[in-house]
Nanobody, 126 residues
């Protein structure tokens, strides 16, 4: 699976952005999908994930209630709607694909993902 993330940019605190991740090369609906982020000097961390069917979602506590993950299997695209952005949300955001079929909190783990996009930078100014 090839993944291409887009939609990052500069936004003021309290603003919103929607990230997209276009997938190609394999059957998109066969894969669970996730978003991770990496801030300067920090490790890559889990943000949100969605099962292959779209029936289950998982969020990091830090974004719960502000971010929404969604997917359009007909368009082979994953989304991350980010509202009420904070300066601490500043990071490079990566989308990733996992072959896991079942809905499981294991989707919070980087090790469960086989394919990664190139990342898109989100900068939130205070």
């Amino acid at each position: 699976v090839q993944l291409q993330a887009s939609g990052g940019g500069l936004v003021q605190a309290g603003g919103s952005l929607r990230l997209s991740c276009a997938a190609s090369g394999r059957t998109f609906s066969d894969y669970a999908m996730g978003w991770f982020r990496q801030a300067p000097g920090k490790e890559r961390e889990f943000v949100a994930a969605m099962s292959s069917s779209g029936g289950s979602t998982y969020y990091a506590d830090s974004v719960k209630g502000r971010f929404t993950i969604s997917r359009d299997n007909a368009r082979n695209t994953l989304y991350l709607q980010m509202n009420s952005l904070k300066p601490e949300d500043t990071a490079v955001y990566y989308c990733a694909a996992s072959p896991i079929k079942m809905s499981t909190p294991l989707l919070r783990l980087r090790s469960q993902y086989d394919y990664w996009g190139q990342g898109t930078l989100v900068t939130v100014s205070s």
